[in-house]
């Protein structure tokens, strides 16, 4: 009879201890299904990247002022945007100028170095601010803030940038738009028109 008991109380104690085990499993299987799934990189950078030919207007703003003086359009310019992350471009306007009172003032290049982008509807925005300090006759214009905004859909880019002149009590409003351009041999980008401009170009100098 007592071995009977010990019998019964020997398998009563193992089944609790398998349960309390598999309690254990299930609690820690809970645990691990609790935790959020990791979240995927997002990428937006790529869609905006690109060579971009198109034209610039150029306008003075007074500070105080929201009066625009229209001072340059329809200039013909290229415009880079280039990956730096996943989520941020770099944007590059080369040999940027002003014409003021008779006068050539030259900026060097805006360069805006990590502008972020977003990717909405069909259409990527992306914005960014630096501090820059131009380079020849504009040296003596001091740090200048520069703002950048604009966007890309299809290939087309539509963007702002406004430099903020503190000696000139100005800001200086560009306005671009242009169109991603397809790389050839030699890293030259033309659009079909401008192709058969050059080309034309070509055969006038050629016939001198």
Request: aromatic share 8%.
């Amino acid at each position: 009879m007592k071995k009977n008991l010990l019998y019964l109380l020997a398998l009563v104690c193992s089944l609790t201890f398998f349960a309390a085990c598999s309690s254990d499993d299930d609690d820690s299987d809970n645990k691990d299904n609790g935790n959020p799934p990791e979240e995927e990189a997002v990428i937006t950078a790529p869609d905006v990247v690109g060579t971009y030919w198109g034209n610039l207007d150029i306008s003075m703003i007074p500070d105080g002022s929201d009066q625009e003086i229209v001072i340059g359009d329809g200039i013909e310019k290229f415009i880079t945007l280039s990956q730096v992350s996943n989520t941020e471009v770099k944007i590059e306007l080369k040999e940027f100028e002003l014409f003021i009172n008779q006068q050539i003032l030259k900026f060097g290049d805006i360069v805006v170095d990590k502008c972020e982008v977003k990717k909405g509807e069909g259409v990527s925005t992306f914005t960014g601010q630096q501090d820059l300090t131009f380079e020849g006759n504009a040296a003596a214009l001091g740090t200048c803030p520069v703002t950048v905004t604009g966007t890309v859909e299809d290939g087309n880019a539509d963007m702002t940038i406004n430099v903020k002149v503190p000696t000139l009590q100005q800001t200086v409003k560009v306005t671009y738009s242009g169109v991603k351009q397809v790389a050839e041999s030699g890293g030259n980008y033309f659009l079909i028109h401008h192709r058969l401009h050059r080309l034309t170009q070509i055969i006038y100098i050629d016939s001198l």
